[in-house]
């Protein structure tokens, strides 16, 4: 019997997905535990006991956790000294020169490092990686030891166009570690060999300022697991969708944030590849905010140009999941101008909708749907303490029926729909800017709220089909469970295609392959396959954005990358620009080792499933919908069979997720247990 | 009420319907926007996002609605531009629109700001009939005249600052007209870039075409009217609410230019803000006289800084013509604000229009001190250096871009080294500019010691030194606050001046016009160094918080004696 468990630590529930395999077949657990906030070791371990297992008995589990995450949100990092180039010890609390909305002259920005822990010494490599001034080795050390009696608990080697030459970098690491042993010396061309140095520097930052708090988290979790007899591997996710071991993970600690929402798309992925399907745009609502990606082809778009927070870009390769300020407690109100309006503000979960009985006394989305009929009221999981119907139905004449002139149905009705509106404006930008039409795509939805307006959504959309899949709510823990182990490495060249050598190019690629085979190999236990893609960033002379173009190996001429290019700049800007010269800016290899696939069908188990689809109904409920009310049945997903098929109106209700089927639209169950919707 | 399907047009429209073609409305504005950057060839479209897009009335011009990624700036111009190319239609004196065809004009006097910004406009139609207008303008980083990138400093009249396009159909019936595009591209310096940026200019158009009439096949025409009309109402009460909520009376400001590139002296931007019951009227009558230099502002320039300004203060109040209807703007004929052919503008939307909103801000902060801050750097810092690269054997022009402080206020100490008020647009990074052109930077910090001491302190300014290595190029600034800081408020005290410094060997020299100068000339080895402004301080420095002075002291942003001759404390 072999035993792996994926466990995702979110902001409220600890969830987990455990598979027992042995010769006979796969058998799947589950629980769901409250997060520990002070230290979510204790939340993993309760988990596991849930699910009736014990850490003794398991052979791996691969944990995703918000730690660092929480940990640069909240600004709760370790104390970072910074090295850098004299003159240049203010780039990371500079930027480059912004301000956090278009409109307003406020706001404010901590940076990372605070000022007197960021030192100069003299040194300087020109853009050509020649040196200009040699390394100050003497102030090297001298800063070192001024950092460590300041008491930082780690330090970033941050020198300019280190990504063209590294080794004053390098040198200084040596340097710093001689007077310092130290685990935690980020060097910024370590994480990132590309140019922008305020981008570099940060990510560096963002790394060393989470390294020690990933570092003991870990130890700490990996102390409790042993002392409840854990014995074998921990994998860690990574914002790129893969998964490091806990040993190595970090040593590149900026990698793991955001790799809450990276885990849910490659859920995403993996359930669209054993249901035969290729391009999804991924919906993750919850409660403040909603999580949109794009997957084409099978495989998720990735970006190296995201954000955690403003002034924190992080220019590492990650799942290219969008956030939008939009959730179930998203507030609705009527502004000065009369006119109904859904955000910017939340209600977020404290207080919450009205409904969770935690204070909250505005309308939300949430309590939309509950006054609708699509949303249970007695089987609601966030509720302190229980508020009636009718007191939210009052909210609701109050702040926003009356003052309209329409019902308490239409405007909940309103609330919804134009919450809708926002969000497909967002998944918009996200596809359409990136020459995706939305109509090729399907809709997968997950997160507590996704499925509810997923139906909805879709059709404000044009999309034709909705996908939920089988776990709505434990959709980041199967992803634990099904992403592979990854690597990814980049190498700035930033010139015409004409004048690259194509030696280098080979040389470059190659030494990425082999870096990243060497890591991903340490884990071959896992790997039933492994898969190295490359490809370069491009762009025409003349422009800053880059696109993407896959490249099949090292070995690849100069023409077959300028027709690459040209075919990827048609297809996202339908302009043919010939007259222009195109210029190779960055080399990206990813070295991929590919997991088994998991047995998705046994998520629901099978000894649920009723005959027929008419014997899995729990009752009836009356539902609004397209202007009036309607008695829907109300279906218990678990008990519906494979091959069933359900017609809107309708409700389909299970332990995570409600999910609403609109009229005229129908459901079907497919062949490993997906809901797949005909909007 | 049906949600799948579109309301019969007699109905009266329900609060949802509006709702929806509101955001749908802006949701076609903000593909275009983005449309426009991903494809532009210009950094300054681009990378900077120095462009907008938006939707127009068919009759009057007026604004429909606008992206939200669009340079704050154009906020109020296209409204302007489109309602003169509608009048000189009228007129005979430009051809009737048909579908597929996209006018270009970049005429300042015809709405526009400098002759940089090029708008595209389009004509959309449904069944035969006129609809509405798209419009977008974007900055193009040549168009003739004296200096390359046309921010020439000493320019006296228009011809002298570029190529002058009233609106001309560059497409007809959605072919480009290659003898238009012959007469700009030989008119115009790298040319050979500007093919691409065209494309995308009009390309964005398309999309804004194509998405429209999606809205327009789900709801109608006439249903589509009805709500734009509605919607602009509801942003004016929406504004009104805003304005009610300010004390009646009548509000004074000034703020000065350094000076106009040629003569040496301050230009005056005088405002009074007459505030009763539900409208603000704007009043800069008693500003200077048209000034010789490039520092003239045209009126659409003047109306625009205004809505940005208010627009800062109130930034939740949606964009369209709607919301401007409570405030009034005098035309301030036989001032500066109010340029006529042939004065030279180019330093109107860089400059003057920060210098416009700024008189806004210290107006209404005597009104609403809670809503606006003390003055911010409100200057975009434009440092150009061309030249002949001796390596690459090309010559090259730079643009280096900074911001500034930002001012204090109610709720916190002013941000570090934003954006300009106009500005979207980051700076480039120092690694990308040394792979691009033959210089060195010796320094790019935070500026000590210049944000404006008060009960919140200003944000701070920058300082960067960038050595030439090799030719010899010439040098032109155009930057502002460099005789006066950014001013302090309710007692605060203003912000550091903008400062230009040229080192040739031992010798410092410093423009004539402090902030603005043209063609200096530099050789290898000079260096430029450049301090730009920290931003206003708010409140009285003695009340402000020990702590953070004595933080603001460990961090060496003010030196200890600074701190006590600011705050009279050291923490």
Not at chain 1, 427 to 432: A, H, K, N, Q
Not at chain 2, 250 to 264: L, P, Q, R
């Amino acid at each position: 019997m072999r035993r792996v468990a994926g466990i995702d630590v979110g902001g409220t529930f600890t969830d987990l997905l455990l598979t027992e395999q042995d010769g006979t077949g796969v058998a799947v657990k589950l629980a769901k535990v409250p997060t520990s906030i002070a230290n979510q070791a204790v939340g993993v371990v309760k988990a596991i006991e849930a699910a009736g297992a014990s850490p003794a008995d398991l052979d791996l589990i691969i944990h995703g956790t918000t730690a660092t995450t929480n940990a640069v949100l909240e600004r709760k990092v370790a104390k970072v000294g910074l090295i850098t180039t004299e003159g240049f010890r203010d780039i990371l609390e500079l930027g480059r020169r912004t301000r956090p909305r278009a409109y307003g002259m406020t706001g404010t920005f901590e940076p990372l490092i605070e000022r007197p822990c960021r030192r100069e010494v003299a040194e300087r490599m020109n853009a050509q990686g020649d040196v200009v001034t040699p390394l100050d080795e003497a102030a090297v050390k001298r800063e070192a030891e001024a950092l460590v009696a300041a008491g930082c608990e780690a330090v970033v080697i941050h020198f300019l166009h280190s990504y063209a030459n590294a080794a004053h970098e390098i040198r200084a690491g040596e340097i710093v570690r001689s007077v310092w042993p130290n685990a935690y010396v980020t060097l910024g061309h370590e994480l990132l060999s590309e140019y922008r140095e305020y981008e570099r520097g940060t990510t560096a930052s963002v790394n060393a300022a989470v390294q020690p708090i990933l570092d003991r988290y870990v130890q700490h979790l990996q102390g409790d697991l042993s002392a409840k007899g854990f014995r074998r591997d921990l994998l860690v996710m990574n914002g790129n969708g893969g998964t490091v071991p806990a040993t190595l993970v970090a040593r590149e600690a900026a990698k793991t944030v955001m790799s809450g929402p990276a885990s849910g798309v490659m859920a995403a992925a993996a359930t669209l590849s054993q249901s035969g399907l290729t391009n999804a745009i991924t919906y993750d609502m919850g409660g403040t905010s909603t999580d949109v990606a794009l997957i084409h082809g099978g495989v998720p778009e990735v970006s190296a140009e995201l954000t955690i927070d403003y002034g924190l870009p992080i220019h590492l390769p990650m799942v290219d999941v969008r956030t939008v300020g939009a959730g179930g407690g998203s507030i609705a109100s009527v502004n000065t101008a009369g006119m109904l309006q859904v955000g910017p503000h939340s209600a977020g979960s404290e207080p919450g909708p009205i409904c969770y009985g935690r204070g909250g006394t505005r309308p939300t989305i949430t309590d939309a749907n509950l006054i609708l009929g699509r949303l249970d009221p007695d089987r609601l999981t966030a509720v302190q303490s229980k508020v009636s119907l009718d007191d939210i139905r009052a909210i609701f004449e109050g702040d926003l029926a009356t003052p309209l002139g329409m019902s308490v149905e239409e405007v909940a009705a309103a609330v919804i729909r134009l919450g809708n509106v926002h969000m497909s404006g967002a998944i918009r930008m996200v596809s359409l800017s990136r020459g995706y039409d939305p109509r090729d795509f399907v809709l997968f939805a997950f997160g507590g709220a996704g499925p509810l307006h997923a139906v909805a959504l879709a059709r404000e959309l044009g999309i034709p089909e909705v996908l939920v899949p089988a776990r709505p709510g434990l959709t980041n823990a199967l992803g634990c469970l099904v992403a592979d182990l990854r690597q990814d490495r980049v190498n700035t060249v930033n010139k015409p295609l004409d004048q690259v050598d194509m030696d280098e190019v080979k040389r470059l690629m190659t030494a990425q392959r082999d870096s990243a085979l060497a890591v991903v190999e340490e884990e071959k236990a896992e790997i039933e396959e492994t898969v190295v893609i490359h490809g370069a960033d491009m762009q025409f002379r003349g422009q800053t954005h880059l696109i993407r173009v896959p490249l099949a190996s090292p070995d690849v001429t100069r023409e077959d990358i300028q027709a690459a290019f040209e075919k990827a700049y048609f297809h996202r800007f339908q302009v043919r620009l010939p007259e222009i010269r195109a210029v190779l800016v960055n080399l990206v290899t990813s070295v991929i080792g590919r997991r088994r696939a998991f047995p998705l069908s046994s998520l629901l188990a099978s000894a649920d499933r009723k005959a027929s689809a008419a014997e899995a109904v729990m009752g009836e409920r009356q539902v609004h919908a397209d202007g009036r009310w309607w008695p829907a049945k109300v279906y218990a997903r678990d008990a519906l069979p494979i091959g069933a098929s359900v017609t809107g109106p309708a409700v389909i209700q299970q332990i995570d997720a409600t999910t609403v089927i609109e009229p005229g639209a129908t459901a079907t169950v497919d062949a490993i247990g997906n809901l797949r919707v005909k909007v | 009420m049906n949600l799948h399907s579109p309301p019969p047009e007699t109905k009266a429209l329900d609060a949802l319907t509006l709702a929806v073609i509101q955001a749908g409305l802006q949701q076609v504005c903000n593909e275009m926007d983005i449309a426009f950057s991903r494809s532009a060839f210009s950094p300054v479209i681009a990378e900077a996002d120095d462009r907008a897009d938006g939707i127009y009335d068919r009759d009057t011009g007026a604004l429909i609605s606008q992206g939200e990624f669009g340079l704050p700036v154009f906020v109020g111009t296209m409204q302007h531009s489109t309602g003169h190319i509608i009048r000189l239609i009228g007129e005979g004196r430009a051809g009737k629109p048909e579908p597929g065809d996209i006018y270009i004009v970049n005429d300042p006097y015809l709405g526009g700001t400098h002759l940089m910004d090029v708008r595209f406009a389009k004509p959309v139609f449904v069944d035969g009939q006129l609809f509405c207008w798209l419009q977008n303008t974007g900055h193009w980083p040549d168009i003739g005249g004296m200096v390359p990138g046309g921010f020439s400093a000493h320019a006296t009249e228009v011809e002298q600052e570029g190529l002058r396009l009233p609106p001309v159909k560059l497409f007809k019936r959605g072919e480009m007209d290659a003898e238009i595009f012959a007469i700009i591209s030989s008119n115009i310096r790298i040319a050979d870039q500007r093919i691409g940026d065209i494309k995308a200019q009009a390309a964005a158009l398309l999309v804004g075409e194509t998405r429209l009439m999606d809205l327009v096949a789900k709801y109608g025409a006439a249903t589509l009217d009805a709500a734009i009309a509605q919607i602009r109402a509801r942003s004016a009460e929406r504004m009104r609410a805003e304005i009610r909520a300010i004390p009646d009376g009548i509000y004074k400001a000034e703020s000065f230019v350094d000076s106009d590139g040629v003569v040496n002296e301050p230009l005056r931007i005088a405002l009074t803000v007459t505030k009763t019951g539900e409208t603000m009227q704007f009043d800069f009558s008693e500003s200077s006289p048209p000034c010789q230099g490039p520092m003239n502002s045209v009126f659409a320039t003047t109306c625009s800084s205004v809505y940005l300004g208010v627009k800062h203060i109130f930034p939740d109040v949606p964009i369209n013509s709607g919301a401007f209807e409570p405030l009034t703007i005098l035309k301030p004929e036989g001032t500066f604000l109010d340029a006529q052919y042939p004065r030279p503008v180019s330093g109107c939307a860089a400059e003057v229009s920060q210098r416009i909103a700024e008189a806004v801000f210290l107006a209404l902060v005597q009104a609403i001190p809670d809503k606006v801050t003390a003055a911010p750097a409100g200057t975009s810092g434009n440092f150009a250096l061309g030249g002949f690269d001796p390596v690459k054997k090309a010559g090259y022009v730079m643009y280096q871009i900074t911001g500034g402080g930002y001012g204090g206020n109610a709720g916190h100490d002013g941000l570090t080294n934003g954006c300009s008020t106009i500005g979207i647009s980051k700076t480039a990074p120092v690694e990308v500019m040394e792979q691009y052109y033959p210089v060195l930077f010796r320094r790019f910090a935070l500026r000590e010691g210049s944000g404006g001491a008060g009960k919140a302190r200003g944000g701070f300014g920058v300082h960067y030194e960038v050595e030439l290595l090799r030719g010899e190029a010439r040098a032109s600034f155009v930057m502002d606050h460099g005789r006066f800081g950014p001013p302090g408020v309710l007692g605060g005290k203003d912000g550091a001046p903008n400062i230009v410094k040229i080192h040739r060997g031992a010798e410092t020299t410093i423009p004539e016009h402090l902030s603005k100068d043209q063609g200096l000339r530099i050789r290898a080895g000079d260096r430029v160094e450049v301090m730009t402004p920290g931003g206003g301080g708010y409140g009285d420095p003695a009340k402000r918080d020990a702590a953070d002075i004595a933080r603001d002291v460990a961090r060496g942003y003010y030196t200890a004696a600074e701190a006590e001759a600011l705050w009279g404390r050291r923490g």
